[in-house]
């Protein structure tokens, strides 16, 4: 098995370019299934939960060809073979989920496995179930599958209001009202940019969706939607974790294909613990030349703080001067890093849903294990940082969300490998 070791204490100094984004690419693939024409998607990260979503639309009956050269993948689901996804597929990654409802819509029938994925939090699946209920769908659990079936007529449009912001809630049910006959309006939408992107896709494709960007989305159904070509927008949680490793390393990084207002809590935050941060024709500019300061972070919905980048900022709080209270609001259990940094000499104690980060001259490097996706990256960050060596074991995790980490750190000046 593969694992990382990172000799740290470098500053940070170059270029890195920002890849498109995972979490929008895969409700964008799943959305190939509501049409018989082809999706052609641009700007494509190459990951491995890329590479699992291809696979169950292949399941599924989709024909796929990938360019990961020209960064391009093309999805043409003319003929959907069986409307069933699979467990063996679908336990290794949460997001397959989204298939439920391009499938309920386009066939009528949809049997899909209940999702695994990164073990942070039950996020349950229940809201999507009551959503497609909601349509007019039969839905119920048997054997470890989600089992729905659309009335003989189709899905019919209604007016949805979801209990919790949920991304794929909003994205299955989004897609599912595109070809439900008459007006559906989702309320308490999410409103994360992975959403729009999605949204941008479809209307695109034919949807017709007003309200993007908003939490109320109103779909008007439509009998069919054609293919399109779309481009992927940059990936704002990988753009936020460069930033972090510059920061923590006292470095200098530019970043490059970012989209800036995408990230506008992420900024302020990391603004407050002293770097400087420059938008530039060329990108936006991370450097961090004062000590570190300590900032209290609640993750919340967007525009709030991402949860996926509550791991990275307590990687640099760990190096801050005071301390930091730092609370999960979305993930019952996004702490299994908090164990792994203080291997590093870390001084963290945690209470429930908080954690008081109380920070400390200097991490030392050790052997720390992957957990999860967005945990992985934080033991990479506080490796950079580091002194000594740093040993980082089970980095398939990593795969799954960052294209040539090794590769773009290392062109920064971190000596970094994958052995």
């Known amino acids: 098995m593969d694992k990382i070791i990172i000799t740290g204490g470098r500053q940070l100094n170059g270029d890195v370019k920002v890849s498109g984004s995972k979490n929008a690419v895969l409700p964008l693939m799943a959305s190939a299934l509501l049409t018989d024409k082809c999706l052609t998607l641009r700007n494509i990260p190459r990951l491995s939960d890329l590479t699992r979503m291809s696979e169950l639309l292949i399941c599924l009956g989709a024909q796929i060809s990938e360019n990961f050269d020209e960064k391009t993948i093309r999805i043409c689901a003319s003929h959907i073979k069986s409307p069933t996804a699979p467990y063996d597929i679908v336990n290794k990654m949460r997001a397959s989920i989204v298939v439920l409802g391009p499938l309920l819509a386009r066939c009528g029938v949809a049997k899909v496995s209940l999702p695994g994925g990164c073990a942070i939090g039950a996020r349950p699946v229940n809201i999507h179930i009551d959503g497609l209920r909601l349509l ?214 945690m209470h429930k849903t908080s954690v008081l980060v109380r920070g400390v001259k200097k991490l030392i490097g050790a052997p720390v294990m992957a957990t999860d996706l967005r945990a992985s990256v934080a033991c990479v960050l506080a490796g950079l940082a580091a002194t000594g060596e740093t040993t980082v074991q089970r980095v398939y995790h990593l795969d799954r969300g960052y294209e040539q980490l090794e590769h773009k750190l290392s062109n920064c000046g971190a000596i970094i490998a994958r052995v």
């Open 136 to 349: 007019g769908a039969d839905v119920f659990i048997d054997g470890g599958y989600i089992n729905a079936r659309a009335p003989k007529n189709g899905l019919i449009g209604t007016t949805i209001t979801l209990p919790i912001v949920t991304v794929t809630g909003t994205e299955n049910i989004l897609m599912a009202s595109v070809l439900a006959k008459g007006r559906t309006i989702l309320q308490n939408a999410a409103k994360e940019p992975e959403v729009c992107d999605l949204v941008r896709c479809l209307v695109a494709m034919g949807a017709r969706i007003e309200g993007i960007g908003t939490d109320t989305l109103i779909i008007d159904g439509v009998d069919e939607i054609s293919g399109t070509e779309h481009t992927v927008i940059p990936d704002r949680i990988e753009a936020a974790t460069y930033a972090i490793a510059s920061a923590i390393t006292h470095g200098d990084v530019l970043l490059k294909n970012v989209i800036y207002d995408d990230l506008l809590s992420f900024w302020d935050h990391l603004e407050r613990t002293g770097a400087s941060i420059t938008r530039c024709n060329a990108g936006v500019r991370v450097k961090m030349v004062n000590d570190i300061k300590g900032v209290d972070v609640m993750t919340e919905p967007y525009p709030g703080y991402p949860t996926d980048l509550q791991a990275q900022f307590m990687a640099l709080m760990t190096l801050c001067s005071g301390a930091s209270m730092i609370t999960e609001t979305i993930f019952e259990n996004r702490f299994m890093h908090v164990a792994e940094l203080c291997r590093m000499s870390a001084n963290i104690t």
